[in-house]
């Protein structure tokens, strides 16, 4: 090779060493650590999506976001106290180590992690107001942004609650529909009170503003209404949610104004046929955007139900007071002065157990945490049951004043519940779940007789003493119908057993004293599978479904014009019968008088002694609670019964 060949043969080495040699920084094909082909990455990691979401404190009820906010830039941000989820997407997929060095998460709680696909997620539990949490990615490429980092800072603040009102005219402004109102409500996450008396109306006169709680009634003219937020508020997201109320009722709500920045006062038109109004401001939003935390009010037209007292002897019907919607037990006490109810708490879909003065109105709400037996325990006390977990349970007598008189353990799962007249002993039916024989439709269950001494705790059980035979999926409400019912002097118990179809159904009579069946009575055709039952209180006659027999053999009987539908209201002295048609209380309701043919008391009629029931009047459909001492008979009428609510037919949890 020449001298003068080398410069060209040294460029030519050079070019070559300069494509086969890698570029500082890369790795050798055959490195243990090259990147996948197709994945290789120049320059730091994108960031390319971002985002903040905040749920709704669990206290609220309420599961769906509360706000959203997409983030391309560092912030700082203010969400609320409940669950805070902030997510992002980094490409390529980051390894631990990289996460490890380049995330920061600081807050006085630990957030829980996860990593999919390249997606970091951090959910922060609740926390209270003032609360600040800060995140922070450093060494990427933000999507649409020049900076190599995203620091965000969340601060935690209280939602945004409200307390929904309507204006109660004064009596000088009140017009013919009017009417007092009382109730209670309570704002942020707006749980229902007791509510009492409609909102009368009488146009935009004067008036008290009062807060509504759920199953409130609004009378039946347009309602003066307000709502006041705790918060300023986005007018616009809560004007969208007074226009969407008014595209439900098929009218326009009236004219909105805004008092300031956290009130706002409108007409409520209310529909046309009556239906339920319901109201929810789950969508408007405070000037940060945070969405509202609240009720959805359950709120029907016309009055309010109102408790009724009837004497049957001359036929006069007093109105007492006014009552809450949706009662579904209820027994007036002996002396007339204190009307003990159940009703719904519709939000939670819970119950709540209530004493009110039939004079005033003036209630007491009871303990909570405890189930009651619809009735009155010797005429002057109450039984409840703790709300125990399994097997766990008890039972206490108390005073209406919540003193407890006596107590013991309660078997788990004892439902059809009846308390004998003197009070001493309560009975009810355990399903044994080895006896049942079922098919596709009906279901044959074995019941277990359960009797309870309520003065030493004592229990005794009779092991497959009735039959029932039910529908599959009935509801067949446990405590409201079907159980075992006393003798007046509480000696003997009466069972009904069905015994399934073209088998009929017999009544079962138990001695007490002996632990013998002393009686068992065949049903006629009439009472079909009838398992509602009642002893009259003069000891005379037997109620099963339709018909009604005489005691004493050889146990004559007649046909009422309305089945039982649940346990049956008889007067003191057993001459009158309340037969109310439908289990869940709301039906028809016809009072009987009743009396034996050949009774000398009612007929000089020779011949075998027949019952024979006497239609006296028709209710209409109310809601039967008993009998005083003085023979007065107790109801609760209600024009807007068929809009109550019914947990079992619910479509959200928060009517």
């Not at 994945?39 to 999506?49: C, E, I, M, R, T």
């Not at 609220?60 to 391309?72: A, M, N, P």
């Amino acid at each position: 090779m020449s001298r003068s060949d080398w410069p060209a043969r040294a460029c030519l080495v050079l070019l070559c060493a300069a494509i086969l040699l890698p570029a500082p920084g890369c790795r050798r094909a055959g490195d243990a650590a090259e990147a996948p082909a197709g994945n290789v990455q120049s320059g730091p990691p994108k960031l390319s999506v971002a985002s903040v979401v905040c749920k709704a404190p669990a206290s609220s009820g309420i599961s769906d976001e509360r706000l959203k906010v997409f983030v391309s830039t560092s912030a700082e941000l203010v969400v609320g106290t409940g669950e805070v989820v902030f997510s992002a997407t980094v490409t390529p997929r980051p390894s631990q180590e990289w996460v490890n060095e380049h995330v920061k998460v600081e807050g006085p709680r630990q957030p829980v992690f996860s990593d999919s696909a390249g997606r970091l997620t951090y959910t922060f539990p609740e926390g209270p107001p003032g609360e600040t949490m800060t995140v922070s990615i450093t060494g990427v490429q933000l999507a649409n942004s020049g900076e190599d980092s995203l620091v965000l800072s969340l601060t935690r603040v209280a939602e945004p609650g409200v307390v929904l009102e309507a204006k109660v005219p004064t009596a000088a402004s009140t017009g013919a529909g009017g009417s007092a109102a009382g109730g209670t409500g309570s704002g942020g996450t707006g749980s229902g009170g007791t509510g009492s008396g409609g909102t009368g109306s009488g146009g935009t006169g004067t008036g008290a503003w009062r807060p509504l709680a759920t199953s409130d009634c609004l009378g039946d003219q347009p309602v003066e209404m307000r709502a006041r937020f705790t918060e300023d508020m986005d007018r616009a997201s809560v004007e969208a949610v007074l226009e969407r109320q008014g595209n439900d009722l098929g009218a326009s709500v009236g004219p909105v104004t805004w008092t300031d920045a956290r009130t706002v006062e409108f007409t409520l038109p209310l529909p046309e046929p009556p239906s339920v109004v319901r109201f929810c401001f789950w969508e408007a939003r405070d000037t940060r955007g945070l969405k509202v935390v609240s009720t959805v009010w359950r709120l029907y037209p016309g009055p309010m139900p109102r408790l009724h007292a009837l004497d049957p002897v001359t036929g006069r019907e007093t109105a007492l007071c006014s009552l809450p919607a949706d009662v579904y037990h209820a027994a007036v006490s002996p002396d007339g002065q204190t009307l003990y109810y159940v009703h719904y708490l519709e939000r939670s879909m819970d119950t709540r157990a209530v004493l009110v003065r039939t004079g005033d109105g003036s209630t007491q709400a009871l303990d909570a945490g405890y189930s009651y037996n619809p009735g009155w325990v010797g005429g002057r006390y109450l039984l409840r049951s703790a709300r125990a977990q399994e097997p766990d349970r008890r039972f206490e007598v108390i005073s209406p004043s919540g003193e407890i008189i006596r107590q013991g353990p309660l078997p788990w799962g004892l439902h059809y519940l009846s308390v004998s007249p003197d009070g001493t002993r309560l009975a009810g039916y355990l399903v044994d779940e080895t006896g049942p024989a079922s098919d596709e439709h009906w279901w044959l269950e074995q019941l277990d007789l359960v009797v309870v001494d309520l003065q030493t705790g004592a229990t005794r059980t009779l092991h497959g003493f009735a039959t029932r035979y039910e529908e599959v999926g009935a509801y067949v409400g446990g405590e409201q119908a079907g159980g075992p019912f006393w003798s007046p002097d509480s000696r003997l118990l009466a069972v009904i057993s069905n015994m399934g179809p073209g088998q009929g159904s017999v009544i079962r009579v138990l001695n007490l004293d002996t632990g013998e069946v002393e009686e068992e009575v065949g049903l006629a055709d009439a009472a079909g599978q009838s398992t509602v039952g009642s002893w009259s209180p003069d000891g005379r006659h037997w109620t099963a479904g339709p018909v009604l027999l005489r005691v004493a053999p050889p146990h004559e009987a007649a046909t009422l014009s309305v089945a039982c539908g649940r346990n049956p209201e008889w007067s003191p002295d057993g001459r009158w019968l309340a037969v109310n048609s439908r289990l869940d209380g709301w039906g028809e309701t016809v009072l009987y008088r009743v009396r034996a043919t050949g009774d000398p008391a009612s007929s000089s009629v020779q011949g075998p002694l027949e019952p024979e029931p006497v239609e006296e009047r028709s209710l209409g459909n109310v809601f039967p609670c008993g009998w005083d001492s003085a023979g007065r008979f107790y109801f609760i009428r209600w024009t807007s019964y068929e809009l109550r609510y019914e947990p079992s037919l619910a479509t959200t949890g928060f009517d």
